[in-house]
């Protein structure tokens, strides 16, 4: 056996699986620097004419990989922006890229693909490890661990198995720069949700897209959190979604097309779009399926 994951990680070898960057004018447009269940950059085309023309401010309050707010961050680099989430390790993961993107870096050039090697690294305590390193550790574990899942058990353990990949890209210096600089200035917090409703005024724009409402019993992945996601939480969301559409806020949110859904979005805009999605235990639902994009106004 090599060196321990802890000694990788605070080593300075560097990983053959990084990809390096030209001069800061040449940086990419940046991309969701995490695979995310649900994620929508594949989705960025069918949404676009349901988004808000003008809007004074982003919220995002499920995270996630940010392909939406990376994508009008891109159009519009002064978009003030608010992103949060109640899982911790992606704040901390969002917060040490803007903050300290070289020590991220640096930590991930450490990590390598190799079994055994992932399992030592998913037994950690994140807590033991400084912001750079704890979010190197998401993203390592992120890029190869299986279909790019976030999974934690009931006492908060992640606990995805280990990927097959040929050649995972965990060090992908250039887009971590680029993400870098579209968070600068961009309020990342550890919270709940509803706690939109102490920001969000009249004109802002409020994206949700929030684990899922599951269209069968094998498709529920919603443990991204102890305790998951379920019945109860989609009502307090929708709740929050009728609020702030009354205060005149612009909101979006992305979710399943089930009776449930349109059960608890009845009266406002709902919109069918398709997206491939590989995450079912059953190989036979993989593929094209059907979500919904619920709109609390036209977009104006």
């Given amino acids: 056996m090599g060196r321990s994951a802890k000694a990788v990680a605070t080593s300075g070898a560097a ?5 390096e960057e030209g001069p800061a004018e040449e940086l990419p447009a940046p991309r969701p620097l995490l695979k995310w269940v649900g994620g929508k950059t594949q989705l960025l085309e069918q949404m676009q004419p349901f988004l808000p023309k003008t809007f004074q401010r982003y919220f995002e309050p499920f995270v996630g990989g940010a392909a939406l707010f990376f994508d009008l ?3 519009r680099p002064d978009m003030p922006a608010f992103l949060s989430d109640v899982n911790a390790e992606l704040v901390n993961c969002y917060v040490a890229v ?9 930590a991930l ?8 090697y992932y399992y030592e690294v998913r037994a950690q305590n994140p807590v033991d490890l400084s912001p750079p390193e704890r979010a190197a550790r998401t993203i390592f574990l992120n890029k190869t661990g299986y279909n790019g899942l976030y999974r934690v058990n009931r006492s908060g353990q992640f606990n995805v198995p280990f990927g097959r990949f040929t050649k995972p890209l965990f060090c992908d210096v250039g887009n971590l720069h680029a993400c870098s600089r579209a968070l600068r200035d961009v309020s990342i917090e550890h919270g709940d949700f509803s706690g939109v409703l102490e920001l969000a005024k009249k004109g802002d724009f409020v994206y949700f897209d929030p684990p899922y409402v599951p269209v069968s019993p094998t498709s529920d992945f919603t443990a991204y959190i102890p305790g998951g996601f379920g019945a109860a939480e989609q009502e307090k969301l929708a709740e929050v979604f009728r609020r702030l559409a009354k205060r005149g806020v612009h909101v979006l949110l992305s979710n399943s097309d089930t009776v449930e859904v ?4 009845a009266g406002f805009e709902i919109e069918r779009v398709y997206a491939s999605r590989s995450v079912n235990s059953n190989a036979a639902r993989r593929g094209k399926l059907a979500e919904v994009v619920v709109r609390s106004r036209k977009a104006s």
Avoid: K
């Fill in 73 to 75: 961050r891109t159009r």
């Fill in 262 to 265: 349109r059960r608890l979005y």
């Fill in 15 to 19: 990983s053959s699986l990084a990809r």
């Fill in 98 to 106: 803007r903050d300290d993107v070289e020590s991220v870096i640096r």
């Fill in 109 to 116: 050039r450490c990590h390598r693909y190799e079994s055994e």
